[in-house]
């Protein structure tokens, strides 16, 4: 167990809706990492946040938008929904700080299938 | 924008045989690299990492090369193993805390 919590874990929805994706991260870190697996793929940066303020930015969809809440906690929304973006949502997490090793720490994913 | 490229796509070998997988990143400020391992329906995990001011980083059966002048580095697996299957990514960024940037992947399968 990784310390990251996602939800929810599956979600099936219509092309043209929106959903938002909510992760949880490891106790005390401070950044949070969204990533996107579609099928056979890699992992696509979408978005970082560091206590609370966008800290990177990727080849995030207009579409898409993320907040990280003062609890840390942050969610994803996607919106306008499209096939294409039937994918596993990846939230990972790291502590950001001087102690910050760099190591990404996972959830377990939202996988997302649009019909 | 930054881009990290790896190969091979996909590594079959023998069990008790060694893998190598490569990448080459784009961003010549890249100080951090570390290499991800994902099981099949699982989460991708940290197996090793190395930094620019190091050239080779061992752990048992894996290590990892880094030549910053030419912008790529490598994995080695010794002596593979059934439970060495998997997908690997390398990834590549400025700082530890900075954003980071994978590969497209590789799934290893390594045959009894």
């Known amino acids: 167990d990784s310390g990251v919590t996602q939800t929810p874990k599956h979600l099936i929805t219509a092309t043209g809706q929106r959903v938002t994706l909510r992760c949880s991260p490891r106790?005390?870190?401070?950044?949070v990492y969204w990533y996107q697996q579609s099928l056979d793929q890699g992992l696509q940066f979408l978005i970082q946040y560091y206590n609370g303020e966008e800290r990177a930015k990727g080849n995030i969809l207009e579409r898409f938008s993320a907040q990280q809440f003062p609890d840390l906690h942050s969610e994803l929304n996607l919106s306008s929904l499209e096939l294409g973006d039937s994918a596993l949502y990846f939230c990972?997490?790291?502590?950001?700080?001087?102690?910050?090793?760099?190591?990404?720490?996972f959830g377990e994913g939202s996988r997302l299938t649009v019909l | 924008g930054e881009n990290v490229e790896q190969h091979p796509s996909t590594l079959s070998v023998q069990e008790g045989d060694s893998a190598v997988i490569k990448c080459t990143y784009s961003d010549s400020a890249s100080n951090y690299f570390p290499w991800y391992k994902q099981e099949l329906g699982k989460r991708p995990q940290l197996i090793i990492d190395i930094r620019s001011n190091v050239g080779e980083k061992k752990d048992q059966r894996i290590a990892v090369t880094l030549n910053k002048t030419a912008k790529h580095f490598s994995l080695h697996i010794t002596e593979t193993q059934p439970e060495d299957s998997a997908v690997y990514f390398c990834a590549a960024s400025r700082h530890n805390t900075d954003k980071l940037i994978f590969g497209t992947g590789t799934r290893l399968q390594v045959f009894p």
């Open positions: 106790s005390g870190d401070l950044s």
């Open positions: 990972a997490s790291s502590s950001g700080g001087r102690e910050n090793t760099g190591e990404l720490f």
